[in-house]
């Protein structure tokens, strides 16, 4: 398990030294708003990958159809690698299309000459963004710090803009958005890193050579 939310806002209070409950610049909705926007960005950028078994219905022998929120999570992003046959060594995935999204209607169409065997086990694997609350997070802890850069970068620039429009010494709305600009500066640094990371597919469709699995 990770980080929960209530943990990232102390310690992003703690960079924004914004500590005192008594007189706190950034509510807790607002601080969780720029943590969910950061850790939105973390997850498109470098996602969580898990799979679910799908097993192969009569007529759907080349289609698998994914229902949401049974199949695949509320967090779903995309496709990631079919594996089938199960548990080979190495393992064995085959070339398939995406159709369709969370949102619509959500399948894989597998790309083999040969069929998938009715009532067989698929295993899809997939990318998931992460889910953080308040409870509950599961966001790995080293990428911890690069939501709570993300979160400092939007809470000055988002405050950098609202002093603009109010009666405050000369500079204030300027030290805050050069403080913005540093904040920025590190978390798109660290978000590049993490997609370079990333960029490294974790498998390659391979196939066994066998006549059911050779490609199109």
Known sequence: MGATQAALRASLRQDLRDEDSAAYIWTDAVLNRHLQHAITAIGETCPKIAYAAKVVAAGATYRL?????????????WLEAIEYP?????QVFLPFRQEGSYEGSLAAYILTRSALLVASTVRVWYAAKY???????????????????????FALTDQSIDEIAKLTPKYSSVNYRAAADAATARWT????????????????????GQPDLTPI
């Open 189 to 208: 640094a660290g978000l590049a890193a993490q997609a370079h990371r990333a960029s490294a597919p974790l498998w390659r469709p391979s196939w066994t």
């Open 65 to 77: 159809a994914l229902t949401p929120g049974t199949d695949v999570p509320t967090s779903f992003l």
């Open 86 to 90: 199960l548990d080979e060594s190495p």
């Open 131 to 153: 889910v953080v609350s308040d409870g509950a997070g599961d966001m790995p802890v080293d990428l911890d710090r690069l939501a709570i850069d993300g979160a400092v970068s």
